[in-house]
T-cell receptor, first 113, second 112 residues
Framework: DVKVTQSSRYLVKRTGEKVFLECVQDMDHENMFWYRQDPGLGLRLIYF???????EKGDIPEGYSVSREKKERFSLILESASTNQTSMYLCASSQGLAADTQYFGPGTRLTVL | AQKVTQAQTEISVVEKEDVTLDCVYETRDTTYYLFWYKQPPSGELVFLIR??????QNEISGRYSWNFQKSTSSFNFTITASQVVDSAVYFCALRSYQKVTFGTGTKLQVIP
């Protein structure tokens, strides 16, 4: 079974802090994704990566950056956390970009105070 | 730009009733893929089904069935004889090369 793990289920940070959210997949997938999920807005794509060191902006990249130094690991970085970044963050991976199923991690609920 | 609309925000049904979750999409791509995911209260999205744009055959898997109609750009999901374990948020998603769009989700509550 594909497994996607995220470093924390719950995280509380203060405004202005630098925040790292880590995601690891164990299926040698080429593509990894970061979403945020907010009530009434569904899942919105922040960034995705189709190869090591490659990244593409999604629909809402402002205020975020990403890092993919190894194939299995995709990090989401909030350089200076703000209260409007309080959300559920979901990581996903897939082998292909279009046809293949995305496998999701359990999510990290981030609260920025 | 592509778009996925799940107009039903919340649905409540009594156990054993049938329920249909609607999904309408927009895309200019000729090749695309449609997905349904289930998000139970535990939070992790679970894949249910994938359809490609060239395959309009409906599909049945146990109590679940999907109706894909390109003419109306819809990919609806029906649960027959609903059970309490079906209570979850269901997401429809559209993927084409390097683009992925999720709907806003439909929260289904099955009342015993």
């Amino acid at each position: 079974d594909v497994k996607v793990t995220q470093s924390s289920r719950y995280l509380v940070k203060r405004t202005g802090e630098k925040v790292f959210l880590e995601c690891v997949q164990d299926m040698d997938h080429e593509n990894m994704f970061w979403y945020r999920q907010d009530p009434g807005l569904g899942l919105r794509l922040i960034y995705f990566s189709y190869d090591v060191k490659m990244k593409e902006k999604g629909d809402i990249p402002e205020g975020y950056s990403v890092s993919r130094e190894k194939k299995e690991r995709f990090s989401l970085i909030l350089e200076s956390a703000s209260t409007n970044q309080t959300s559920m963050y979901l990581c996903a991976s897939s082998q292909g970009l279009a046809a293949d199923t995305q496998y999701f991690g359990p999510g990290t609920r981030l609260t920025v105070l | 730009a592509q778009k996925v609309t799940q107009a039903q925000t919340e649905i409540s049904v009594v156990e054993k009733e049938d329920v249909t979750l609607d999904c309408v999409y927009e895309t200019r791509d000729t090749t695309y893929y449609l997905f349904w995911y289930k998000q139970p209260p535990s939070g992790e999205l679970v894949f249910l089904i994938r359809r490609n744009s060239f395959d309009e055959q409906n599909e049945i898997s146990g109590r679940y069935s999907w109706n894909f109609q390109k003419s109306t750009s819809s990919f609806n999901f029906t649960i027959t004889a609903s059970q309490v374990v079906d209570s979850a948020v269901y997401f429809c998603a559209l993927r084409s090369y390097q683009k992925v769009t999720f709907g806003t989700g439909t929260k289904l509550q099955v009342i015993p």
